[in-house]
């Protein structure tokens, strides 16, 4: 086809009508569309799982167990191969909304999917492998009564990370150079473990790109604007089922490195609003 005649082909456009089944409350599948007409929750818990069949279901019941019930959680799952996901779907807890996506992935877009659904007036997010204490939840939702953004935290006094002393070496290292460039202050730049008030969002936006090291960029941009963030301390521990997404092997580790690495630079260069 010559360049003139050329018309760039596009398929057709969709409008995707909403059924009841994808606007309800539940394990209902919200792939196509954001969930509506659910009452808003004091506080919403979003867990990004992939390959976490053997952790999710003790991370949900962990959450309800300690936040109560005025609490919606939502498990953004990427079509994982070992179907973490039905058995989310399985739960039919009206608590609890599963997000399945297809044919994309990627830690940072999931938990933004799973803020753009999110209804709380609290929102929250961690990890789904039981490494994160849903028990220290309350304490960090406290902590918001005078500040803005809470976060776990393995490195202030009284936090300890349990993992191989390689791991825990390289995290540190990964802190100390975020606290050289994006500034000090905050002890675990890439905790990844949340709670804020839902105002935060009319100040700052999560970049949905890439693994862990969106939230340290997040972090960054939230003490650029003056919001207000507390650490409460925690023990952190070794996964204890499944694989790491993160460091599987040893070159997989390496490039998540250098991704934080990359991430804390191009975060002070680009300072996105
Ligand atoms: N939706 C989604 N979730 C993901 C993806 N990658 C990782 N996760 C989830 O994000 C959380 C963090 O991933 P982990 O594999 O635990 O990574 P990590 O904490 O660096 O490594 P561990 O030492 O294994 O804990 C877990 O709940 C994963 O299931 C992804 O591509 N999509
Ligand atoms: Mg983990």
Known sequence: MSRDSATIELPPVRVAARSPAQTQVGTKHA???????????????????YNERDNILDTIRSVFEHVGDDVEVI???DDS????????????????????????????????????????RVVGWMDADMCMPPALLPEMIAA???CDICIGSRYAPGGADDRTRLRVRCSRMINGLARVVLGGGIRDYDSGFVVLRRSVFDKVSVIPTGYGAYFMEFLYTCRRKGLCISEVPYRF????????????NVFKFAWTGCGYVTRILTARLRRID
């Open 144 to 146: 918001l009564d005078s």
């Open 31 to 49: 792939v196509d569309g954001p969930v509506a007409e659910r009452v808003s929750p004091a506080l919403s818990i979003i867990l990004a799982t």
């Open 75 to 77: 498990v953004v799952d």
């Open 237 to 248: 521990t070794d996964r204890r089922h499944g694989q790491s997404k993160s460091a599987p």
């Open 81 to 120: 191969p070992d179907e973490t996901w039905k058995l989310v779907q399985a739960l039919e807890d009206p608590r609890v909304v599963l997000i399945r996506r297809v044919a994309t992935r990627g830690l940072a877009s999931a938990f933004n999917r799973g803020i753009i659904e999110s209804r709380g």
